[in-house]
C-alpha cells in the first residue's frame, strides 16, 4: 500500500508536468489535497466499516485492510480534480470516500460476490464517486461555484463514468467468454477445494486449518502423516474434505 500511495503522488502531482507552474495548479497543492482526501477516507474508514459489516471485535480494533483500502480509496477519488480544489474540499471528499468505500464493500459481502483485495470498492465505487466529486467541487466549473455551464461540466463527468464503464464492462465480458470458451476461466476443481491459499501460497486457510486440527490424531508421528494427506493436491483431499 506504500508503494502505491507514493506512486500516486508522483502520478497527481507529476500531471502539472512542471514543478514552476502557477501556485493554484503546482504540484505541491495536488500532493497537499491527495494526501489530505486519503488520510481523512483512511481514518473514517478504520473506525466505521467494522461496524457496518459487522466485524468489529475487543481483539481486532482497528482493520488494516480497510485503513490501506480507504486510504487508496481517497486517492482515487481526490485525483481528478486535486488541482481546483481547496483543502477543505479535499477533506470533504476524502470523508465521503470513506463511506463510498464502505458501501461498496457491503454490496460485494451482500451479492456474495468474491473480491478478496476490495477492488471493486476501491477503484469502481471511488472512481465513480471521484468523477462526481469533479463535477461538483471543481472551483472553476462545478456545479458548487459560480460558473456559466456548471450542469453542462456535471454531465460531461456522468456522461465520462458511463462510458468508461461500458467500454470496460465489454472489453472484461469478452474477455472472460473468450477464457471460458478455452476452458482457462476456472482453476482445477481439487485446487478450487482445497483453495488457493494453501496452492498457490502454500498457507492455509482458517476453514481448512480448524479441519486439519480436529482430524489430527494425539500422537506426533501420526499428526505428520495426517498432515501430509490433507495437503496432498490430488482428489483424495477432496474426499477427505468433504
Not at 24 to 35: G, S
Not at 51 to 77: K, N, Q
Request: net charge neutral; hydrophobic share 50%.
Amino acid at each position: 500500500m506504500l508503494i502505491v500511495a507514493i506512486g500516486w503522488l508522483f502520478l497527481t502531482g507529476g500531471a502539472s508536468f512542471s514543478l514552476f507552474g502557477e501556485r493554484a495548479n503546482a504540484p505541491p497543492k495536488i500532493i497537499m489535497n491527495t494526501l489530505i482526501s486519503g488520510c481523512f477516507s483512511s481514518v473514517f474508514s478504520v473506525y466505521i466499516k467494522p461496524r457496518v459489516l459487522g466485524t468489529y471485535s475487543f481483539v481486532s480494533r482497528y482493520d488494516c485492510v480497510a485503513s490501506g483500502s480507504g486510504f487508496i480509496a481517497g486517492l482515487v477519488a481526490v485525483s481528478g480534480c486535486a488541482d481546483v480544489i481547496e483543502p477543505w474540499i479535499a477533506m470533504t471528499i476524502g470523508i465521503l470516500s470513506s463511506l463510498v468505500y464502505i458501501a461498496g464493500c457491503l454490496v460485494m459481502d451482500r451479492l456474495h460476490l468474491d473480491d478478496p483485495v476490495e477492488t471493486v470498492a476501491v477503484y469502481l465505487f471511488g472512481g465513480l464517486w471521484g468523477t462526481l466529486a469533479t463535477g461538483l467541487f471543481d472551483n472553476q466549473d462545478g456545479l458548487f461555484y459560480r460558473s456559466p455551464n456548471p450542469w453542462k461540466f456535471l454531465g460531461v463527468q456522468l456522461l465520462g463514468a458511463l462510458t468508461i464503464t461500458l467500454w470496460t464492462a465489454a472489453l472484461s465480458l469478452g474477455f472472460f467468454l473468450l477464457m471460458k470458451r478455452l476452458d482457462k476461466f476456472r482453476i482445477d476443481l481439487s485446487i478450487e477445494v482445497i483453495g488457493l491459499d494453501l496452492a498457490e501460497m502454500g498457507g492455509l486457510s482458517s476453514d481448512l486449518f480448524d479441519k486439519i486440527r480436529k482430524d489430527l490424531p494425539s500422537s506426533p508421528a501420526g499428526s505428520v502423516v495426517s498432515l501430509r494427506r490433507h495437503i496432498n493436491f490430488s482428489k483424495s483431499i477432496k474426499s477427505t474434505l468433504e
